[in-house]
């Protein structure tokens, strides 16, 4: 390869080392903002549980929507945590749906100072470690390919491997 697209490779990854650590710094912070918020009832309106593929498995990622009352007025939220949970096995899936049935009372956590902010579960998710080591992975592939050499690629047409005399 030569120094352009090194180059280009590394810029690459590390604007996706950025991207990973803007969401975790993000998520961080309403990781443990949300420990110290409010605790009021609600009621799961949907709870779903989509099996997503990879390339050699599935995990499953819930999507739920529930609403809470305040003051008077209703809110409505999707957030179940910071980040949303996902889960390897059908049986940790379930586990989860059959803690948040659809039409059933639940306990909701929300900000004071925004009251329309919410999550059902306060303080770190486990997912949230990942996010910071996807950003220390794309930071290391970035400098590999910043410091990788492209002085190769020059001496390939003659099949040679030996370095330019200085």
Not at 36 to 65: E, I, L
Request: glycine letters at 6%.
């Amino acid at each position: 390869m030569n120094n352009t697209v090194n180059g280009c490779i590394s810029f690459c990854c590390f604007a996706i080392c950025i991207w990973f650590a803007v969401q975790y710094c993000l998520h961080k912070n309403m990781a443990t903002g949300s420990e110290s918020w409010k605790r009021v009832s609600g009621t799961m309106q949907t709870m779903t549980m989509q099996k997503v593929a990879t390339r050699r498995s599935y995990y499953y990622k819930p999507y739920v929507v529930y609403h809470y009352s305040l003051g008077g007025k209703i809110y409505r939220s999707s957030a179940i945590a910071f980040p949303d949970p996902t889960y390897s096995t059908k049986k940790e899936a379930d586990f989860f749906a059959s803690c948040y049935p659809e039409g059933g009372l639940i306990s909701v956590y929300y900000d004071p100072s925004a009251v329309d902010r919410s999550c059902l579960k306060r303080g770190v998710s486990e997912p949230l470690e990942r996010e910071l080591w996807y950003a220390g992975v794309a930071l290391f592939m970035s400098l590999v390919f910043a410091f990788t050499p492209g002085r190769w690629s020059a001496c390939s047409d003659t099949g040679s491997r030996i370095m330019p005399s200085r």
